[in-house]
């Protein structure tokens, strides 16, 4: 007896270490994150205290120094000229404004103020660059379509981009949990708060634990594996990996709350917020955490904008980097794209990206090239298995795409 109570204690004082290591793991990125933010915030003010040293040595502080003297005495003579009632007071005159301790009007000053412009004017450029294609807005009219009795899925939507139509739905505008194709808007946010794919970040035990208590799907990293961003955007899409996705969460924002307060922004941005809120950046099942086929779509053609979001959405295969715990790399799979890729769509399906929980079923969001050289957009959710998530699909694509000539 005395001997389980020892180990009950010995477990307990060690679930109590691990939460407290985890806890020191977490207060460390979030530590290093905001030493990130703030060379960042830092930089500008230093590329121009460096440009004034540069110019102080190069024309040198006896010109400074004389402009100063002649400063003093333009100003003494003014103030005497205003107690002797020849001059207005400087509280009348237009006021002089000083850059980086320069009189204004200094060749110096002025140079500065060029170079503070020049830096302003630049865009700090995220991966794959922001588009600024407006919002996806489709509507159906007329000529929309039931979609065939052979569909499964019990929500649906397929759109024609170009002409923004909607050709076919199915209880589009359901709520629904939108499982795993929640990772969609999470690429796109990360994409447009990164600007170094080959940085790196260290997988914990915080995200490994998540993943498994989640029953995540993985990419399969390890603990203290050091991995790429870049690895990290495959790692979330392609296998649709829970520990790629929280990782690229915690390297963005620090935490995954604070993640997803970036990924309801952006669900604002889109103007989605009436009929999509997220919680999580995985996909896991919460009663706040819901969508709609019809918003999918729009967040798919959002990501699909942006030109590495695409690349990833449309990769088949992909091998991560060489780590010392996976020395040949891990090789990932779209099962989606490979699967579909024989089928005879009438076209080419380019990108996609599926998902499941029990309260969804099995969904799925593509996008396709017609042989009329048009894109299209099709999001399904609630169908019986992944299988017959992707014959929906095909299913779809041959209800609505052009049959190809010849």
Same mark, same amino acid.
């Given at each position: 007896?005395?001997?389980?109570?020892?180990?009950?204690?010995?477990?307990?004082?060690?679930?109590?270490?691990?939460?407290?290591?985890?806890?020191?793991?977490?207060?460390?990125?979030?530590?290093?994150?905001?030493?990130?933010?703030?060379?960042?915030?830092?930089?500008?003010?230093?590329?121009?205290?460096?440009?004034?040293?540069?110019?102080?040595?190069?024309?040198?502080?006896?010109?400074?120094?004389?402009?100063?003297?002649?400063?003093?005495?333009?100003?003494?003579?003014?103030?005497?000229?205003?107690?002797?009632?020849?001059?207005?007071?400087?509280?009348?005159?237009?006021?002089?404004?000083?850059?980086?301790?320069?009189?204004?009007?200094?060749?110096?000053?002025?140079?500065?103020?060029?170079?503070?412009?020049?830096?302003?004017?630049?865009?700090?450029?995220?991966?794959?660059?922001?588009?600024?294609?407006?919002?996806?807005?489709?509507?159906?009219?007329?000529?929309?379509?039931?979609?065939?009795?052979?569909?499964?899925?019990?929500?649906?939507?397929?759109?024609?981009?170009?002409?923004?139509?909607?050709?076919?739905?199915?209880?589009?505008?359901?709520?629904?949990?939108?499982?795993?194709?929640?990772?969609?808007?999470?690429?796109?946010?990360?994409?447009?708060?990164?600007?170094?794919?080959?940085?790196?970040?260290?997988?914990?035990?915080?995200?490994?634990?998540?993943?498994?208590?989640?029953?995540?799907?993985?990419?399969?990293? $390890?603990?203290?594996?050091?991995?790429? *961003?870049?690895?990290?955007?495959? %790692?979330? #899409?392609?296998? +649709? @990996?829970?520990? =790629? &996705?929280?990782?690229?969460?915690?390297?963005?924002?620090?935490?995954?709350?604070?993640?997803?307060?970036?990924?309801?922004?952006?669900?604002?941005?889109?103007?989605?917020?009436?009929?999509?809120?997220?919680?999580?950046?995985?996909?896991?099942?919460?009663?706040?955490?819901?969508?709609?086929?019809?918003?999918?779509?729009?967040?798919?053609?959002?990501?699909?904008?942006?030109?590495?979001?695409?690349?990833?959405?449309?990769?088949?295969?992909?091998?991560?980097?060489?780590?010392?715990?996976?020395?040949?790399?891990?090789?990932?799979?779209?099962?989606?794209?490979?699967?579909?890729? $024989?089928?005879?769509?009438?076209?080419? *399906?380019?990108?996609?990206?599926? %998902?499941? #929980?029990?309260? +969804? @079923?099995?969904? =799925? &969001?593509?996008?396709?090239?017609?042989?009329?050289?048009?894109?299209?957009?099709?999001?399904?959710?609630?169908?019986?298995?992944?299988?017959?998530?992707?014959?929906?699909?095909?299913?779809?694509?041959?209800?609505?795409?052009?049959?190809?000539?010849?």
């Amino acid at each position: 007896m005395m001997d389980e109570m020892n180990n009950i204690a010995l477990e307990e004082q060690g679930e109590r270490e691990r939460s407290a290591r985890r806890k020191q793991r977490m207060e460390e990125m979030r530590r290093r994150k905001k030493q990130q933010e703030l060379v960042r915030r830092l930089f500008i003010p230093c590329v121009v205290i460096l440009a004034v040293c540069v110019l102080f040595t190069a024309r040198g502080v006896g010109k400074l120094v004389k402009k100063s003297r002649a400063q003093k005495k333009v100003e003494k003579q003014e103030e005497t000229e205003i107690k002797t009632g020849t001059k207005a007071s400087r509280t009348q005159q237009k006021a002089v404004v000083n850059v980086a301790g320069c009189p204004a009007g200094d060749d110096i000053a002025e140079q500065i103020t060029v170079w503070i412009a020049d830096i302003d004017a630049l865009p700090l450029q995220t991966v794959g660059g922001k588009s600024d294609a407006p919002p996806l807005r489709a509507t159906a009219d007329e000529g929309t379509k039931a979609f065939n009795s052979e569909v499964v899925s019990q929500n649906g939507i397929f759109i024609d981009v170009e002409e923004k139509r909607i050709l076919g739905q199915k209880d589009a505008g359901a709520r629904i949990n939108p499982a795993s194709m929640t990772k969609i808007l999470t690429v796109l946010v990360a994409a447009e708060h990164i600007t170094n794919l080959d940085d790196t970040f260290e997988i914990t035990i915080d995200i490994t634990d998540y993943s498994f208590v989640n029953d995540c799907s993985n990419a399969g990293f $390890d603990v203290g594996e050091k991995v790429t *961003v870049r690895d990290l955007f495959y %790692g979330t #899409v392609l296998p +649709s @990996g829970g520990d =790629a &996705a929280l990782a690229l969460a915690i390297y963005v924002s620090g935490s995954q709350e604070e993640f997803v307060r970036l990924m309801n922004q952006k669900i604002d941005e889109l103007g989605l917020s009436k009929t999509s809120h997220f919680t999580n950046c995985v996909g896991l099942y919460d009663a706040n955490h819901y969508s709609t086929v019809y918003d999918i779509s729009v967040m798919l053609k959002a990501a699909c904008d942006n030109s590495f979001c695409r690349e990833v959405l449309a990769a088949h295969t992909y091998t991560t980097s060489i780590t010392e715990q996976h020395p040949e790399g891990i090789i990932l799979s779209n099962w989606f794209l490979r699967r579909i890729e $024989d089928k005879d769509t009438y076209g080419e *399906v380019l990108c996609a990206k599926t %998902g499941y #929980v029990a309260q +969804s @079923g099995s969904c =799925a &969001a593509s996008l396709a090239a017609g042989s009329d050289g048009k894109e299209y957009i099709c999001v399904t959710a609630q169908s019986t298995s992944s299988w017959r998530c992707i014959y929906d699909h095909v299913e779809l694509y041959q209800q609505f795409l052009p049959q190809k000539s010849g």
